[in-house]
């Protein structure tokens, strides 16, 4: 096992005997398949890992898993199918699963634009651009002239961006490219950028181009290259073996490329983690604070492990200003673990950081359980951060779906520990990310607030809510597609599109489109709920409807169908046709059609059931949001 | 290290690229006895094997990897260079 790799994960010296009990095991299930995934394992490892679960999820398929599912088409230029096993292994270790097909290497161009091809065939939902360095800059010529390389450069990046606008076209699909591996040796030395031919150059200046060509088009790019920085080439790639087999990628990394791919597609699937919930003595900071008082704390300039933990809490508030959510979890007496944050000069974070801080002497996993539940997040959102392999094991155990990560005993590693497992892997950032962690943190407030009000209705009319709502336009086009991508709870209809698609929803003259935002006395909620409506013989069919948990018993359902019966009935429809599909994660919207006085009329045996509301009986619901605009 | 525990290695590393737990090698063993045993898999045993003993084999002595008891010499002899 290289040190660099997986170096989060636990080890488990046991491995290989836990991995004879389940195959042995005819009932083992997709838990015990993904937890075998998530310790340190070897290419070897993996590779059988891969072949038991290909086997076992024949007989018991997963349940829980994004619909539709996942299926990856890769496309290379050299030998690939050995990383196909890690690639599963990594989305195992979070949880999904996905078919994978792989073009035979050199066909990807022919594969692509034949209709009647096997990749055609498969349909992918994403696809990877896999191409090997030696390919992409041909035979090197060291004596070009500027414009001649960098000519080439563009011409090459410009053919690949054609590539992904073609497979954007045949299967509205995702798109992940690859970064080349920077392979060459130097020609010219520490100054090689003087050489406009050197193919060393000549990556770095592909690489470029190929980030800003994605970003113009909703590509996300695997950064083989920056990970190449921090673990070096040696490690990365075996000049023998390309000789002997075109193997660019040396099969040991192989665990670790397939963790970095299954990151990217679980972000597209909206299931990367949200929530970093943070232990406090020995984790933000040096000592105990129960027993060594504010005054005896190793933080803070003087002491190296002092500085350490300083820089650690810089690292957290700078993923909080990205949109990660924080929560302390300690055992500590309350009033002892807020003292360091009101008292201790060298404190970075303060506690308006964290959305929820719960220090007390329930077990951890209770406690997390509590924070989820505060949050309005799922529990596979929080990653658990302690120090203590006590605390680490025990939630590992009573809580499978948390990511724990195995923090280095040495605070001055624990921020690197933290980027290497990639858990809050973010392919897009809206405004709204960046506003993330204040609008959990003043939702938060609403829950105390709440939790003090006895009577509901009296707590609503204080909070002062103001709706709205419009169709999409360009400029909430991203966000929608985000929320249309990893709402999983409050979605009755989990269906996914890409961007492109909710573009032209917005096109359409008979589709109605609404989102809608809400705003409070505590700030901007952002936009919470998006509805997608199209022209059916029986009405208007509620395609899509999902909302933000963050906003669940504030009546928006209620003054969402309010405004969407009223647009329904301009357009002349009779009757509103609400769909229901059921998953393992929106058991919450079971009944939201029911309540809503839509009646039952049709439901097939995988419980999917379609719900009517005559329009001209309906009474709009009082609530007690004001509605401030709809916007044309 | 003994030859026998270099084998009791390499015999780790084969069953689990081979995915099959009852092999048994002997220093006479060669890919040509197991039918799984093919080009690729030899070039992953060879891989595995350099990162468990910690050695590195030239892409010329790759080719010349055949029997399991050129693996283990071939060991040694760079075990006991290092």
């Known amino acids: 096992m290289l040190a660099s790799q997986l170096s989060w994960l636990p080890n488990n010296p046991a491995w290989r005997d836990d991995f004879r009990s389940v195959a042995a095991d005819d009932d083992a299930d997709f838990d015990a398949l993904s937890r075998l995934a998530g310790f340190q394992i070897d290419f070897l490892c993996t590779e059988r890992l891969d072949t038991l679960a290909q086997r076992k999820l024949r007989a018991i398929p997963p349940a829980q898993l994004p619909d539709p599912p996942i299926r990856l ?29 792989v073009t035979p290497y050199g066909q990807y161009l022919q ?43 563009e011409e090459k990046a410009t053919h690949y961006a054609e590539l992904w606008d073609r497979a954007q076209q045949a299967f509205s699909c995702r798109v992940i490219q690859q970064t080349m591996l920077p392979v060459f040796p130097e020609l010219l030395g ?120 300083v820089e650690f809490q810089r690292y957290v508030q700078q993923l909080s200003a990205r949109g990660v959510i924080l929560a302390v979890c300690s055992k500590n007496e309350e009033k002892a673990a807020l003292e360091p944050f009101s008292r201790h000069p060298e404190m970075v974070l303060k506690r308006p950081a964290f959305a929820a801080f719960l220090a007390n002497w329930t077990d951890k996993a209770t406690n997390l359980r509590h924070i989820a539940e505060r949050l309005n997040i799922g529990l596979d959102s929080l990653v658990f951060a302690d120090d203590s392999p006590f605390e680490r094991n025990l939630v590992r155990r009573e809580l499978p779906m948390v990511a724990v990560p195995e923090l280095p005993e040495d605070p ?53 809510m103001e ?95 309010n405004l969407l019966v009223k647009e329904a009935r301009r357009r002349g429809h009779k009757a509103l046709i609400g769909e229901f599909r059921p998953t393992q994660k929106n058991i919450i919207v079971r009944d939201h059609y029911k309540k ?13 059931s379609l719900w009517q509301l005559p329009i001209d009986q309906f009474v709009p619901f009082d609530t007690l949001i004001t509605i401030a605009g709809m916007p044309a | 290290m003994t030859d026998s525990e270099i084998l009791d290695g390499i015999t780790d590393i084969v069953r689990d690229a081979l995915e099959d737990d009852t092999i048994v090698l002997s220093p006479e063993s060669t890919a040509s006895d197991y039918a799984d045993w093919d080009s690729f898999k030899h070039i992953t045993i060879v891989v595995a094997t350099e990162v468990r003993f910690g050695v590195k084999f030239k892409t010329a002595e790759i080719e010349s990897m055949r029997k399991v008891g050129d693996f283990i010499s071939l060991i040694q002899k760079k075990l006991k260079a290092a």
């Open chain 1, 73 to 101: 088409a890769i496309l290379g230029s050299s030998t690939i199918s050995y990383l196909v096993p890690a690639i599963r292994v990594g989305l195992l270790r979070r949880r999904l699963w996905a078919q994978v097909h």
């Open chain 1, 111 to 153: 594969e692509l634009l034949d209709p009647g091809s096997d990749l055609h065939k498969f349909r992918p939902t994403v696809i990877l651009f896999a191409f090997d360095a030696r390919h992409v800059i041909g035979l090197p010529a060291a004596g070009m002239s500027r414009a001649e390389a960098d000519s080439l450069i």
């Open chain 1, 190 to 309: 520490n100054n090689e950028h003087r050489l406009p031919g050197s193919p060393q150059r000549m990556v770095a200046r592909f690489n470029q181009c190929m980030r800003e060509l994605a970003d113009g088009r909703r590509v996300d790019v695997l950064a083989i290259d920056n990970r190449v920085q921090r673990d070096g080439i040696g490690l990365w790639h075996e000049p023998a073996l390309w000789h002997k087999g075109k193997i660019e990628i040396a099969p040991a990394m192989a665990p670790l490329y397939g963790d970095l791919v299954a990151r990217i597609v679980a972000a597209q699937c909206g299931r990367s983690h949200k929530c970093l919930v943070l232990d406090l003595d020995n984790t933000l900071w040096g000592g105990v604070v129960g027993d060594d008082g504010v005054e005896g704390l190793v933080l803070g300039q003087g002491n190296a492990a002092g500085e350490a933990f």
């Open chain 1, 412 to 464: 001055a590693e624990y921020a690197q520990c933290l980027a290497d497992a990639g858990y809050f892997e973010g392919i897009g950032l809206t405004a709204e990310d960046l506003s993330r962690a204040d609008q959990y943190r003043a939702n938060a407030e609403r829950e105390t607030l709440r939790t003090s009000m006895a009577d509901l209705p009296s707590y609503l009319k204080s909070l002062e």
């Open chain 1, 467 to 561: 709706m709205i709502a419009g169709p999409f336009d360009r400029l909430s086009q991203t966000r929608i597609t985000q929320l249309i991508n990893k709402t999983n709870q409050f979605n009755l209809t989990t269906r996914r599109y890409s961007e492109r698609e909710v573009a032209e929803a917005m096109e359409r003259a008979d589709v109605v489109t609404l989102q809608v935002r809400l705003t409070d006395k505590f700030g901007d909620n952002g936009i919470i709920a998006v509805v997608i409506g199209k022209p059916s013989g029986a009405g208007l069919l509620i395609d899509t409807w999902l909302m933000s948990c963050r906003v669940l018993g504030r009546q928006v359902e209620q003054a969402t169908l």
């Open chain 1, 596 to 608: 809503l006085g839509f009646t039952r009329q049709d439901c097939d045996e995988s419980g999917n």
